[in-house]
């Protein structure tokens, strides 16, 4: 179960050969144990994330797909060191944590927005306080901490005349959110990690949302890893994507490529499983058979190859490693038949 | 045309208690055997009240119902307790979003389809778990026979979703209430479901309506489309009608506000403003707060269906009327 060589890595080739990409990650590992039985012993392990290699340049919004359980959200978390990593290098502008960089300095320059907008706003604090909070901990005095919070209430669309005083419970979930958004911000943060933040909103809301993170980005001069389970909206929002299965990178490239040319045979299934928008088109046969396997005891080798239509023996037997491809070099697939000297009867025919 | 299967007339729901809210303010809705109709709404617009109203589910004591529901003949809100459960599972059956609610975690799946078959038909055991494995084989479930001794919890979220239609087919209801059974699976899981839900609709000829805030799900399953807001039918037609030329201004909102992948690099038309929160019954058009072609006519009064088209209709007083 080897990491994928560094120089396997899809890293966007941009002038990013002198400054170091915004974040790194290399070789990120989550186990989690399950304990059982009276005595609580192990009795086996969630391997949530397994091995994930990525980087995310300044300005740039990296989308991440995938489906339960696929690790898309202990990856967020693990980068947000909201849980302890078990293995892997994680590096904010080349400063690795826990090395060169404070755990302190780290949550100043990533900020993370949640799907739940109630849950992770504190009931009990008025909304302008719960924006203010973030600043003063840093050190910022009491009033400059609030006029930053009606400054930023105001740019994420909420009058802070009449909302500052509100608590969470008097807002709707598209106000709530766009008040943990201005939370996020209160840090002024150089990347944001948007998990499934606009999943729990409707439509007509979930637009409103949306066009706000496009405008905030511009005007604060932002970075997003932007995790949904909707592929439409990563789509909009992205400029590359990740797409994630059972903890490890299944491909990873820009967005015309992942969605008009995907060589993993997960990325293709998983984009015609969308529901067609067209009366006339609809889909009349499903991509895939089954539940996605359980992360506890997952298939060994490549672990799509249990649902994969093309799966032959090294699918079984032998980990793919995160290949970048000939064509594009952004562009990056952990599949066996990518890889000409895999011994996939497929290899090499561009299927 | 004969009498629909399912005929639902200006029917109004109120719930009270510690806040009042007027979920339902005049519905109608007809159904005709074997029509499968998509309800799009988003959260409170009154698509899960008004399947719930059709079982009698809602608390009693909390709801004020008024109007009429006739499914089959019968009227509903007038059934007694003995009615009301021959007419539950047997007539009309539901689905739910969360599986794992619904099943209850102490029986098999087996034994819970069973019993429901003795119920409503008076056979013995040993048919009622013959019928149950035809259930399951139906809605392919692998290794059929052994997964009738699994109780819920031992099964997967796609596998449950198709055990609980298992159980709600099992007495061949003329109608099927199907509320956001999708929603909370995966994408690739989804799909298989929406796929074997149109399948067995058209395999044993029931009508169904199905609930759904997506519209590429309402577009899979439905012939017809019913968008609802602020507790009422804003516009329905056939899908294509709806989705090709939408006429509500809502119903133009939300298609424009639809994320998908040919909008990269626009700017999204977001409907401004947020839904209604119906502590008082609206008195006119319910989306006139957020509408941009409102006018002090659509506070007024609420506006009457008006035709747009064959078997299309929408509520709003700024479209114009196909010639009739």
């Given at each position: 179960m080897s990491a994928p060589s560094a120089a396997a890595v899809a890293a966007p080739e941009s002038s990013a050969q002198t400054t170091p990409p915004l974040l790194s990650v290399r070789g990120l590992v989550k186990h989690f144990p399950i304990t059982g039985g009276i005595l609580g012993r192990k009795v086996g392990t969630v391997q949530a994330v397994d091995g994930v290699d990525f980087d995310i340049a300044k300005g740039e919004t990296l989308g991440v797909v995938g489906e339960s359980g696929c690790g898309k959200s202990t990856t967020a978390r693990l980068v947000m060191h909201l849980i302890q990593p078990d293995a892997g290098d994680l590096r904010v502008e080349g400063r690795t944590i826990g090395l060169n960089l404070t755990l302190r300095e780290l949550r100043r320059g990533v900020q993370m927005v949640f799907q739940d907008s109630f849950a992770s706003l504190n009931p009990r604090l008025t909304i302008q306080d719960s924006i203010a909070f973030g600043p003063k901990v840093y050190g910022t005095p009491e009033r400059e901490a609030l006029a930053r919070a009606h400054d930023l209430l105001e740019k994420v669309g909420l009058d802070p005349m009449s909302f500052g005083r509100r608590y969470p419970h008097e807002l709707s979930g598209g106000q709530r959110q766009r008040v943990n958004i201005a939370r996020a911000l209160a840090l002024q943060p150089k990347l944001l990690l948007l998990d499934e933040a606009v999943s729990a909103l409707d439509k007509s809301v979930e637009a409103q949302v949306l066009n706000l993170l496009v405008d905030l980005k511009a005007q604060f001069d932002l970075t997003y890893m932007f995790i949904s389970h909707d592929l439409n909206v990563v789509q909009y929002m992205s400029d590359r994507v990740m797409v994630m299965y059972l903890g490890r990178v299944a491909e990873i490239g820009p967005v015309e490529i992942i969605y008009g040319g995907a060589r993993h045979p997960y990325t293709r299934a998983l984009l015609s499983a969308m529901p067609s928008m067209d009366p006339a088109k609809r889909t009349m046969e499903a991509p895939l058979a089954g539940d996605p396997p359980n992360p506890i005891d997952p298939p060994s080798g490549c672990r799509f190859h249990t649902r994969c239509p093309f799966a032959e023996v090294v699918c079984s037997t032998r980990v793919p490693d995160l290949l970048r491809q000939p064509e594009t070099a952004q562009h990056a697939v952990a599949c066996h038949m990518a890889d000409a000297s895999s011994g996939h009867s497929r290899a090499g025919s561009g299927t | 045309m004969n009498s629909p299967l399912v005929d639902i007339r200006d029917l109004r729901v109120k719930f009270s208690g510690q806040r009042t809210v007027h979920a339902l303010n005049g519905v109608d809705i007809a159904l005709s055997p074997g029509e499968s109709l998509g309800i799009l709404g988003e959260s409170g617009s009154g698509k899960s009240v008004t399947l719930k109203a059709m079982l009698r589910l809602l608390p009693p004591r909390r709801t004020t119902v008024a109007g009429s529901i006739a499914v089959d003949g019968q009227d509903v809100l007038a059934m007694n307790a003995d009615t009301l459960a021959d007419y539950r599972g047997k007539t009309v059956s539901m689905i739910f979003q969360e599986p794992a609610l619904a099943l209850d975690p102490v029986y098999t799946l087996g034994h819970q389809i069973a019993e429901s078959v003795i119920r409503h038909e008076g056979c013995d055991r040993a048919t009622a778990r013959q019928r149950a494995l035809d259930m399951f084989e139906r809605v392919r479930i692998p290794s059929p026979a052994r997964r009738l001794d699994a109780y819920p919890h031992e099964m997967s979220g796609g596998m449950r979703q198709r055990a609980m239609i298992a159980l709600a087919l099992a007495c061949r209801p003329k109608v099927l209430l199907a509320d956001?059974?999708?929603?909370?699976?995966?994408a690739t899981v989804q799909i298989q479901i929406l796929l074997l839900l149109r399948e067995l609709q058209r395999e044993m000829g029931m009508a169904m309506i199905f609930v759904t805030h997506d519209m590429g799900v309402a577009v899979e399953v439905s012939d017809r489309i019913a968008v609802m807001y602020g507790g009422r039918i804003v516009e329905s037609g056939g899908v294509a009608d709806v989705i090709k030329s939408p006429s509500h201004p809502y119903t133009r909102g939300l298609l424009a506000s639809t994320v998908h992948g040919a909008m990269r690099g626009t700017r999204l038309e977001a409907i401004a403003g947020a839904p209604p929160s119906l502590a008082t019954a609206p008195t006119g058009c319910s989306f006139a707060p957020r509408c941009r072609l409102a006018t002090p006519a659509c506070e007024g009064a609420v506006p009457p269906m008006v035709g747009v088209g064959p078997a299309h209709v929408a509520r709003c007083i700024a479209v114009a009327p196909a010639a009739a």
């Open positions: - | 956001e059974p999708t929603t909370a699976l995966d």
